[in-house]
């Protein structure tokens, strides 16, 4: 086997280099951000808003992150060859896992300090204490279950994303070689497992749990469906930022692989839209008041424009984009649904938190922009530190090798034991003879 990856995918990746640009718009936000963050965090008037806001720009990160991770633990899954070419990218984002772990600190700190900012109402002592209803949750909604349960969450998604990303680096420095990836294929099985149950009950916790009186089956999962649509947006932004500066090589990363990442783009935004309707309309057939009273509250007064704004953001306009084969593999368009497609990932999150804190109307000041801000610097930095550490492209994976008819458009054949490609190309051979005759 091979020990070092192939010469002819290295000569045309540029060496791992800095990105200034990034790096200094992330130290501006992380700045701008932080200021506003401290004027709303020492103002006893602006307070309240700003941990909610900083609840909103956290569970943004945190989506981006894990759903990325999920891309990642999905690809090896299934035994994807096409996605090797932007694997890496999604390696990238799911190690920013540890990062979120840092940024929850903070929130539970003003779980800690909830008299001082209102965020769980669970946490109430007064509220518990005279609600039956939230009294017989108290086994499960109580401070130091909702920490472990918090570190657990975050142990295990570190640990997947370190084993993942780290086999793959591994790769690229001639190590491992095949054996890397037939564990990691090993691996993804139980981690999908963990994936959908920490997933689901972190969604609950740092999410319904806002309001503890309501309940719904499919919330869990309603926010991994954005979740994925997420991380599969700014995988795509990333994919075509990079090709466009050359870090991806040339001819590696080609239509083809813009084409399947708009396909699941498309198809995650219509299985959104599913989840969407179908919670919806449930709770409208059942007219329960235990369960439509979150719906009403979200259709009442100025939260009915921010309703409908979010069924167009997050599903009419970028069905109808990404409707025809030309549209998924045009590089810009996938670009502007994209940035769409987040847009509407931050206004889901406001709809999911923010009318816990404004009852009848959305509202945005500069207490709302303080948190977003500075982590969308903090996510440049680290994107900028990656960039300047690593390659975009994972060059030691010997997947293209398996099987040549799956090959990616122009992807470059890396080396691999004879007996494995003398395998691989004879049941190429076999499969081209069937679609032949």
Known sequence: MSAEPSHAITDLIPAPRPCAGLRNAAVILVIVGGLLSVAALISDVHRARFGFAYLWAFSFVWAVALGALFFVGLQHLVHAVWSVAVRRIAEMFAGLIWLVAILFVPLLLYCIYNDRFGLYPWLDANKVAHDSLLSGKKAYLNLPFFTVRAVVFFALWIAFAAYFTGGSLKQDAGRGGVEVSLRMRRTAAPFMMLFAVTATFASIDWLMSLEPLWFSTIFGVYVFSGMVVTS??????????????????????????????????????????????????????????????????????GWLVLSIALALVRFVIPFLALLSRPAKINATRLVWVSVLLLLGQFLDLYWLIMPQIHHDQPVVGWPEFGPPLLMLGALALYISHFLKRYLPLAVGDPL??????????????????PSYTEAFESLARRFRHVLEN
């Open 232 to 301: 599969l947006s700014i995988i795509s932004i990333a994919t075509v930022w990079l090709r466009s500066s050359g870090r991806l090589g040339r001819g590696i990363v080609g239509d083809g692989h813009l084409y399947n990442l708009g396909v699941l783009l498309f198809g995650f935004v219509c299985f959104w839209a599913y989840i969407a309707f179908s919670q919806y309309m449930l709770i409208w057939y059942g007219n329960i008041p235990e369960e439509s009273f979150y719906l009403i509250r979200r259709l009442d007064g």
């Open 400 to 417: 293209p090798e398996m099987p040549v008819f799956l090959l990616p458009h122009r992807f470059v054949r890396l080396s691999l034991e």
